[in-house]
């Protein structure tokens, strides 16, 4: 009996009850839908976490001042000053694992240009800015060194505020004013869009960091956090312990007494956040286990169930010369059919649901070719497994008894 007769045979004993076989794919089609579309949403989770860390800069590590107590109160990173562009200087110089260093200062503005205005916030920064943010330009230049160490009057918008300020106008080499003062726009940077504490990063313009220090801050001794990009993803860690290091030294911090600084590494935050997909993962990934198991248990039952209404059947087959492996075969062709039609109808359906989902939360969807092919080949084993014990005890069936039965 050729494999075409055999599949032609079990396509018409399921087919002649339709309702009954579809209601037996069933969990076999949740089940795998359940699994494409975990996986994919998993996948574009992870997609969007490393994203936004990426869109914070290449390899970043934000170093900011020590926190003051008041009464027994801390008051939290910042409430002190500590750091200065010196502190910066001696980490680009003196740390081996750091590629690039940027002292920040910040301050709220009032930008006007013409008869718009826009309030937003100035953020000072020196020529290396746009490479530890990973963060290029859409037209004009950057500032240079000169720039920094002049503190000269220019700036690069952010495309929020581009937008709002020069609306049908090219912002390229015109003035704006920040606080009455004159400062020529050299260029905007390309869009960032939100980061993912939902901050809009476009909403910004990035001046010499000297140039906020002398002329739009109360406090030019300091800065307000120093800005670091590793040498490799890998080396954030030996950055951080370099620098971490270097501004005890340079402090003079007492062994055993608390930093008077923080390092923050974006290696943590994302490594945190892909162990916490991959336990969702698994986790979701389990709850699509158990429903294919649940639909192999309900294709094994309609399976007896089968067996048992065409006991007569079997009898008459094997009464004309057929064996018991054909018997075998037979039925373990029909769990087959069952359960391979509801893992190719389950992957249409996870497809579909990873892609409403997904647009729903604003993800990436990831498909993968290698979870669609565990998905048929599991569901092709579910039905194997479960359909093999109906099918041997159809198999064991003695003809005469089976003739017999009614």
């Known amino acids: 009996m050729g494999v075409g007769t055999i599949l032609k045979l079990a396509l018409r004993a399921l087919g002649r009850n339709r309702v009954r076989s579809v209601l037996t794919m069933l969990g076999v089609i949740i089940g795998v839908a359940a699994v494409i579309a975990m996986v994919s949403l998993g ?32 008051r939290g ?3 002190v ?14 740390c ?10 910040g301050a709220t503005a009032l930008v006007v240009f ?13 020529e290396r800015f746009t490479d530890i943010r990973n963060w290029p330009l859409e037209s004009g230049a950057f500032f240079t060194e000169i720039d920094v160490r002049t503190a000269a009057r220019v700036a690069v918008l952010g495309h929020t505020v581009a937008d709002n300020l020069f609306q049908g106008v090219d912002p390229e080499g015109q003035t704006i004013r920040l606080r009455n003062l004159p400062f020529r726009v050299l260029g905007v940077l390309t869009r960032k869009g939100q980061n993912q504490w939902g901050r809009d990063q476009d909403d910004t313009i990035i001046v010499p960091y000297t140039t906020v220090q002398k002329k739009l801050s109360a406090s030019p001794l300091w800065v307000n956090q120093i800005m670091v990009s590793a040498v490799s993803s890998r080396a954030g860690y030996t950055a951080e312990q370099e620098i971490s290091e270097l501004l005890r030294q340079r402090h003079k911090i007492l062994p055993g007494r608390e930093d008077d600084f923080f390092v923050r590494n974006l290696s943590d935050m994302a ?3 892909e162990e916490t997909q991959k336990t969702m993962g698994l986790l979701l990934g389990s709850i699509a286990g158990v429903s294919l198991i649940v639909g192999g248990i309900g294709i094994m039952n309609i399976m007896l169930v089968s067996v048992a209404e065409r006991t007569r059947e079997i009898g008459i087959r094997m009464a004309v010369g057929a064996r018991s492996r054909h018997v075998r075969l037979q039925f373990l062709s029909e769990a087959l059919v069952l359960s391979t039609s509801g893992g190719l109808i389950g992957i249409g359906v996870g497809v579909l649901v990873s892609w409403l989902m ?14 669609i092919l565990i998905s048929v080949l599991f569901s092709a084993a579910v039905g194997v ?16 008894v089976a003739l017999r039965y009614e």
Not at 43 to 70: E, R, T
Not at 81 to 94: G, N
Not at 96 to 105: C, E, G, I, L, N
């Open 271 to 273: 490594e945190a956040a």
């Open 385 to 400: 497994f479960f359909g093999y014990y109906p099918a041997s005890k159809a198999a064991a069936l003695d003809p005469i």
């Open 96 to 105: 081996p694992a750091v590629r690039w260093v940027s002292p920040m200062v």
């Open 114 to 126: 013409g008869n718009q205005n826009w309030s937003t916030r100035a953020d000072g920064a020196n």
């Open 77 to 79: 990173a910042g409430s």
């Open 81 to 94: 000053q500590t750091l200065t562009a010196e502190d910066a200087d001696a980490i680009r110089s003196e």
């Open 43 to 74: 996948a574009g989770a992870q997609q969007q976490v490393a994203n936004d860390i990426a869109s914070m800069g290449a390899n970043i590590l934000y170093v900011s001042p020590g926190s003051s107590k008041s009464m027994g109160m801390n």
């Open 358 to 371: 997904a647009g729903g939360l604003g993800w990436p969807v990831l498909i993968s070719s290698p979870s």
